[in-house]
């Protein structure tokens, strides 16, 4: 089974800025997405008024707090939020090497989805590096279970999600989905759903100081007679919910620093167990390898690839 682009690194052709504001904060924000070199990976780079820049790498090692979005770094002064949706379009597309420059402290929030950002980088377009792409393969089951939800990494040849949602609101309920992910099956099966909440979450959260940029702009909301409060309802018929959460953890595993072969299997997760599953993987030396393709061609099979030395990729690393 082909697993999907294969070959060298990528970088994007040139910048490109967007602007909006910050779901949570409420706050103005532009980030621009700058080309980088061949093994540079997804660089953060916020800016403070004064001059100086905070820089996060995007990988599993630097990920906070993950409650009610993911955030890159440990401290609110030095962070950036809300990364999950711009890591899951630079995962989906291919992106390998990028300097993402915000100058606020969490990404736009845009329309709640991730399609705004693939619009853009497909504005500007993709080009090839020199360098040849690194992947993890994940090689046994690894699992991890928090009261009644679990997530787990298998083997698999491809690039795999598989991702349930189980929610008391009867407009949700048990949703599924699951596919192979390719950079075509993300844009037009997953790039479009938006973040969701519920009328009656809307309160506390304000007086928690998030969500004050939240609106009918950027989120499905659902009235407390479980309706759809948005005029134009959703944009996948009864599963833009589950569709979101999938995108979700495209995002999040994404923070892996170097796209996976396998199969991610998920049952009521959410940021938080994305970022722990991820972490438990990448702490088990035995239950993945990092490999590069040793086909001369775009697409490849599983049996193309060879083991590099690891120690040398560590894209989780600081």
């Not at 989805?113 to 993890?136: D, H, M, N, T």
């Not at 048990?174 to 596919?179: F, M």
């Not at 061609?297 to 120690?311: E, L, T």
Request: with cysteine; aromatic share 8%; charged share 20%.
């Amino acid at each position: 089974m082909a697993i999907g682009l294969l070959g060298f690194q990528t970088t994007i052709a040139n910048p490109v800025t967007l602007s909006g504001i910050g779901v949570h904060s409420g706050a103005n924000v532009s980030i621009t997405f700058y080309p980088a070199e061949a093994g540079t990976g997804v660089v953060f780079q916020r800016l403070h008024g004064n001059g100086d820049v905070t820089e996060l790498r995007a990988v599993s090692s630097q990920v906070g707090n993950t409650d009610l979005c993911t955030v890159l770094g440990f401290s609110p002064a030095r962070s950036v939020a809300t990364v999950e949706h711009v890591m899951a379009a630079i995962y989906a597309v291919g992106l390998d090497n990028v300097v993402v420059e915000v100058t606020g402290s969490e990404m736009p929030i845009m329309d709640g989805s991730s399609y705004p950002f693939i619009e853009a980088i497909e504005q500007v377009g993709i080009v090839s590096l020199s360098a040849k792409r690194r992947y993890i393969r994940v090689t046994k089951p690894v699992r991890i279970e928090a009261g009644g939800s679990w997530c787990e990494f298998r083997p698999y040849d491809g690039t795999r999600f598989e991702v349930e949602i189980d929610f008391e609101c009867p407009l949700i309920g048990r949703q599924k989905w699951e596919g192979d992910l390719t950079a075509a099956t993300f844009k037009t099966e997953l790039s479009r759903a938006r973040t969701f909440g519920f009328m009656r979450d809307v309160e506390r959260l304000w007086a928690s100081g998030h969500a004050l940029g939240s609106s009918l702009e950027n989120s499905v909301v659902i009235s407390d007679d479980n309706t759809v409060i948005n005029v134009e309802g959703l944009r996948y018929a009864k599963d833009e919910f589950v569709r979101h959460k999938t995108l979700d953890a495209v995002g999040d595993l994404a923070l892996a620093g170097a796209q996976f072969i396998g199969h991610y299997r998920s049952y009521r997760g959410g940021h938080r167990m994305n970022a722990n599953a991820l972490k438990a993987l990448l702490s088990d030396p035995s239950a993945y390898d990092v490999v590069e393709s040793s086909a001369q061609r775009q697409r490849a099979h599983s049996r193309d690839f060879v083991p590099v030395n690891a120690p040398e990729f560590a894209p989780w690393s600081a």
